[in-house]
Every structure is written in structure tokens, then in C-alpha cells.
């Protein structure tokens, strides 16, 4: 009866250790750099565009694509551009997508970043001054 009871205590702290290991792991800063990746995918539209319409797209795999549409000269032009984006806890950077350090057409570009509104707002600034200033459209 005391062995029954002892194993019964030992399987009940086995488990805890385990459930404890379990809640350890899901708060560490890995799974804060995965919920910080989720904050970015989506659509997010510019607020205050000086173009007429302007939607940032953040995609699982890196990507991001970037529209601009606009008026001009009584027609509508819209551009499609592609970057590859890396981040950590405060930076996010642009780098023009398919294209080599040195060819012509590359591009980096890196922002400090802050989400507010309850992650529905995204701030994009460099030496403290708003450069993109998103609002989460999907």
C-alpha cells in the first residue's frame, strides 16, 4: 500500500517537472523572436502616403512586397517592388530582392521598428524620426 502510494507521489512530481519544463520553454526568447514574426506578417497599409495608395505585405519566408499606386497625368501607375527582410528585437532591414551586394540595383536599408494599438500599428524610424508609419489592413 506505502510502495502504491510512493510511486503514485513520484509520478505526480514527474509530471510537474515535466509541465513546468513545458511552460519554461514556451516563454523563452526564441518564442518571443517567433511572436514578434507573427506581429509582422500581413498587410499593412502607409498612413499619410505622399502617394495615393501604398500597402506593405510581410510574408513566413522573409519576403515583403511593397505597391504603390498612384495618379499621374490622369492615369493610375502602380508598382510592384520585392525585398528580403531580416529583423531582431529592435531593427528590421530591406535588401532588394534577387539582387547581388554591388550590382546597381541593390538596396539595403535598415529602421528601428515599434508595434502599438495592440500590434495593429507598425512604426518604421530612423535616428527617432517616423519614416513608414503602417497601419494592419490583414
Known sequence: ??????????IILLIGVCLSGCYEKSTNDGNQQHNTENRFIGDWEMVRSVTDFEIWSFYTNGSAKNIITQDFENQSMTSISWYDYTKDNTT?????????????NYISICFSYSFSDDTTRLILSSNNIVIIDLVKIT
Not at 500500500?1 to 513520484?10: A, H
Not at 535588401?95 to 547581388?100: D, F, L, R, V
Request: hydrophobic letters at 35%; proline letters at 4%.
Open 92 to 104: 528590421v532591414c530591406f535588401s532588394t530582392k534577387n539582387q547581388t551586394v554591388g550590382s546597381p
Open 1 to 10: 500500500m506505502e510502495t502504491s502510494r510512493l510511486i503514485f507521489c513520484i
